[in-house]
């Protein structure tokens, strides 16, 4: 099954964890946010390496300026709300890209805006996680044991 298939079977649903020497990509401009996200990622895989980002912007040099593959994160996890370029404008961008459009994003925010959830999941987003997040639905998540959070789940 391709990770961005249409079909009601896919939508809305995390490959599981695999790559372990990939990093995993934290964007967020909410410092708070950002350390507890990484906390959770060490809990749940250990020493996974981690990159952090205060903006989409910054999320997106950093992928322009490295060509490889392996090199690229093997997951994203998106705030929303930031100032630059906010989280819908990133994940636009990054599903326009052939050579980013492949990475699995989960979108982390604190809105309570249906329509933006909605959005996000329509731009291709595999999921959305509410802030604050929870641990269990964060590892279900992760571990491609959960859909996505839907606009009736918020």
């Known amino acids: ?10 939508a809305g649903f995390v490959s599981p964890i695999s790559d ?34 205060f903006s989409g912007n910054a999320l997106i040099t ?21 100032t630059g370029l906010d989280g819908l404008r990133t994940l636009e961008f990054l599903r326009r890209e052939p050579k980013f459009a492949a990475i699995p994003v989960v979108v982390v925010s604190g809105t309570q805006d249906k329509a933006k959830v909605r959005a996000a999941l329509a731009a291709g987003a595999q999921a959305f996680l509410p802030k604050p997040v929870s ?20």
């Not at 372990?20 to 967020?28: E, M």
């Not at 950093?62 to 930031?82: A, C, K, T, V």
């Open 135 to 154: 641990r269990r639905d964060f590892m279900d998540i992760l571990h491609g044991r959960t859909p996505a959070f839907t606009e009736t789940r918020i």
């Open 1 to 10: 099954m391709r990770p961005f298939d249409d079909t009601p079977q896919a």
């Open 62 to 82: 950093y992928l322009q300026g490295h060509p490889r593959e392996q090199d690229l994160p093997r997951m994203i996890l998106l705030d929303l709300h930031m």
């Open 20 to 53: 372990t020497a990939r990093p995993v990509a934290v964007v967020d401009d909410n410092l708070d946010d950002k350390e507890f996200l990484r906390d959770e990622i060490g809990f749940l895989f250990g020493e996974a390496p981690i990159i952090t980002f």
